[in-house]
Structures are given as C-alpha cells and as structure tokens.
C-alpha cells in the first residue's frame, strides 16, 4: 500500500528541518520566483499586443483585471488555506491529514471556480460594465471575458496545485506547469490575435488554452515521488478543515479580493478621464505586478520553510529566513525602482507607443506607485509570516488595510480633491501607512516566539551548523 511516507516525505521533513536555512529558501525561491515572473509576463503579454489594436481594446483588456484578481483571490485561498495547514502537518509529520486536506482544497476550488464561469457568462454585459466598461470599451471587453471565464475552473485548480506543491517543498513542479503554460500563452497570443484574426477574443483564448496546459502538468506535477496525490477519495467535507482553510485562507481572500475592487473603482474613476487615462493605469498595475512578483516569489519559497519549521517548533530558524527574505526583496523592488523611474516613458512606449497621453498619464503613475514599493518587501514577508503560523486576524488585518481600509479611502477622498493626480498618488500613501502598521504586529509576533522557543531546538541549531 502507498503511505505517505513511502513517498519521500519522510526525507522532505528532515531536510525541511535541518539544512541550511538561506540555501533552503533560496532554492524553493528560485522556482516560485520564476513562476510568479513568467506569470506577470504572460499577464502583460495580452495588454502588449493588444496594444496594437487601439486605446479601447487595451482598456478592455485593463478592466479585466478586477476578475482576475477575483480568480486568483479564489485559487489562493483554497491553495495558501490548504497549503498552510498542509506544511504544518507535514512538519508535524502528520501525513495523513495533509492528503485529506490537499484533496479538499483542490477540489473545492475547481468547484468554485466553475460556479463563478457559470454566473459570469450569464451575466456577461453587466460584469463588464460593474468592471469599469465604458461604451466604447464595453465591445472589446465582451469579447475579452467570455474566454476568460470559461478558463475560471482551470485558474482556480492550477492556482490551488501550485500552492500546495509549494507549500511542500516541491515548487520546481509547480514551476514547470505554470511556466509551460505561459510560454504557450506568449506564443498563441500573436497566433491567435493576428493570424486567426480574433483581435481580443484571440487573446483571451490564448489563455484559456495555455491555463488547460499548465493545469495538465501541475496534476502530473502532484504525482511524482515526494508530493501528494490529489485523490477524490480523501475529499473530507470536514467543518474543520473548512475552518482551516478559511483560517489560512482568508488573508489572502481579502488581499486579492480588495485588490479587486481597489482595481475596480480606479477603472471607473480614471475613465472621467478618458480611456487613455484607464489604458494607462492598467499597463502600469501590470508593470507593477511584474516588480512585485519578486517578493511574492521570494515570500512563497519563505512559507514552505517557515510552515514546516513552525509546525516542528524550530522558531530559530523561522526568524533566520524571514530576515533573509525582508533583505533579499527589498534589495531586488530597490532595483526595480531605480529602473522604473529612469525608463517611465519607454516602458510605456512598449504597450502603446502612438498614443502620447497614454504614455504622459502612465509614466507619471509608474513613477509615483514605484516611491513606495521598497516597502512592500516587509510588508509582504510579514504577511506572509503570520499567515503561515496560523495568525489568521493578524495576516487579515494586515491584509485588509492595504488595499481596503487606506487604498479605498484615499483613492475617493483624493480623486475629488486633486482630480487625476489623486488617483496615482493613492496607491504609495496607502502603502506607507501599511507599513507603519505592520511593524508592531510583525513585533509582537517575533516576542510570542522568543518565549516559547524551545532550549533543545537551539541546540539542534548549532549541531545542525
């Protein structure tokens, strides 16, 4: 019979435990990195050659991005709810429950998921215009979410497999199904769009088949030695795995579904100002997401190794891969920044280079979110860190005020008292106050460990050194 730790996970669980901490993060980074990176290209890949089509079809695509950041808000609470509890049982060397519990977040999410395609397609026109959708940008917006909702259950699914291959320690196999399925979508994107002649209905189907490929490979990735197998036979539609996954879960819930509605409202209020003004927002939230793919990639190598040394007690350990992950990202958005405000107008240029007020609009706004993004590496390392121990209110929280308690505020508030301006420089207040707030819950945190680390696991630590 097939035990879970017939499969390596034994093995999984000292190393987890024992190797050196930054070589251990560094190399579950380096394929979530990757994945996150090749992930925010292909999300841009649809606005660059759609960019080609005109101001209105690059805006139609733009206000898209609210429902796929609802997509994505779904696959990570079901895959980071599950894959949460899944790390610390496995670092208990509970095996058995982290099967049930990796059955039940998968399928739950490819249910999800099919019900939001459902709803969606029934209701496609007013989706597109509760996105944003201006009458000349409502055509091209149609066309653009019909394919996109039908691939919904596949980004759920794939989106859940890929967290919880991370969260044990197997992120080279989620990189390989993502990544795959991002390259088909840079190569059926022009395919597709030009040569077939669908214009934003090629995009969109690019999409929806690369998603198809990559979630074949991420099922095949949950197959090889060291992962588990997702079976419909341990699905438990137990309250309290459903407890745990909303405890793991909802942080991310809220981060990716305020980030929604955050996108939203800055869609329906830079269309005041035109559809260069939405056009321009939107490539530079993309641009953006592309920096930002660094620290969540860096963050998700980080939870694996803080989850299975949590649940194993090892707290020292913890705190030496939080700090080298706050270092590591903010050195790389330092990079990032450097580079955005230099090269601003050409950046733009790429996405849309005949329109000039597109590029005026967007160059100012990429500049103005990038002043705040070095911040956003402890900010998201600290997310992250609580999320991962269990601290379900404190990661909500945190999670929450980001793009809900400040970036919504401010964004009415400001929008009305500096027109335009107030709109781009919403995002970098709001993300400075988050990091004020962030720093004593992180704080306390640190202090909860400190009293309850184990004398023996130090000593551990500098056997294992």
């Not at 093995?11 to 980074?29: I, Q, W």
């Not at 269309?271 to 969540?296: E, H, K, P, Q």
Request: proline residues 3%; hydrophobic residues 50%; aromatic residues 10%.
């Amino acid at each position: 019979m097939d035990t879970m730790s017939d499969r390596g996970l034994d093995e999984k669980f000292v190393k987890m435990t024992t190797a050196p901490v930054r070589g251990l993060v560094f190399s579950l980074a380096v394929p979530t990195t990757a994945i996150m990176l090749i992930s925010a290209l292909y999300n841009m890949a649809d606005t660059f050659f759609v960019g080609s089509l005109g101001t209105s079809a690059t805006a139609g695509v733009g206000v898209a991005f609210p429902l796929m950041a609802i997509v994505q808000a779904l696959g990570f609470f079901f895959g980071q709810g599950a894959g949460n509890y899944v790390s610390r049982m496995l670092g208990a060397q509970e095996f058995e429950r982290a099967s049930k519990m990796a059955a039940t977040g998968f399928f739950s999410s490819l249910i999800s998921g099919a019900l939001l395609t459902v709803i969606g397609i029934t209701r496609i026109g007013d989706l597109a215009k509760a996105l944003g959708a201006t009458d000349t940008i409502l055509p091209y917006a149609k066309e653009y979410l019909f394919y996109i909702l039908l691939a919904v259950p596949l980004m759920t699914g794939s989106l859940t497999l890929n967290q919880l291959l991370r969260f044990q320690g197997s992120a080279s196999y989620g990189m390989i199904g993502m990544i795959s399925g991002a390259v088909v979508n840079v190569i059926l994107d022009p395919i597709f769009i030009y040569t077939f002649g669908m214009g934003v209905s090629g995009a969109a189907a690019a999409t929806m088949v690369s998603q198809f490929i990559g979630f074949c490979l991420l099922l095949a990735g949950c197959e090889r030695k060291g992962s588990i197998r997702v079976k419909i036979r341990n699905l438990s539609a137990s309250l309290s795995f459903y407890k745990e996954i909303a405890r793991g879960g909802v942080p991310s819930l809220l981060r990716q579904g305020l980030s929604s509605v955050a996108t939203l409202y800055t869609n329906r209020l830079a269309g005041n100002y035109g559809d260069a003004a939405i056009a321009a927002i939107s490539i530079v939230t993309r641009v953006v997401m592309f920096a930002n793919s660094i620290v969540l990639g860096i963050g998700q190598g980080f939870q694996p190794v803080c989850g299975f040394n949590y649940g194993a007690k090892r707290y020292d350990r913890v705190k030496e891969a939080f700090w080298f992950c706050v270092k590591f990202s903010v050195l790389g958005l330092s990079a990032f920044t450097v580079l955005a405000w230099i090269f601003a107008p050409g950046i733009i240029a790429l996405f849309r280079a005949d329109d000039a007020e597109v590029i005026r609009i967007g160059a100012l706004s990429m500049r103005l979110q990038f002043l705040s993004s070095v911040l956003m590496g402890w900010v998201i390392i600290s997310n992250m860190l609580l999320q991962t121990t269990g601290k379900s209110l404190s990661a909500s929280i945190l999670a929450v005020a980001r793009q809900g308690l400040f970036l919504l505020p401010l964004l009415f508030a400001l929008s009305r008292a500096l027109g335009l301006l107030g709109i781009q420089i919403s995002q970098p207040l709001a993300d400075l106050v988050t990091f004020a707030i962030s720093i004593p819950f992180n704080a306390s945190f640190m202090r909860e460990m400190e009293a309850n680390k184990d004398p023996a696991a130090d000593d551990l630590s500098i056997r294992a050194h």
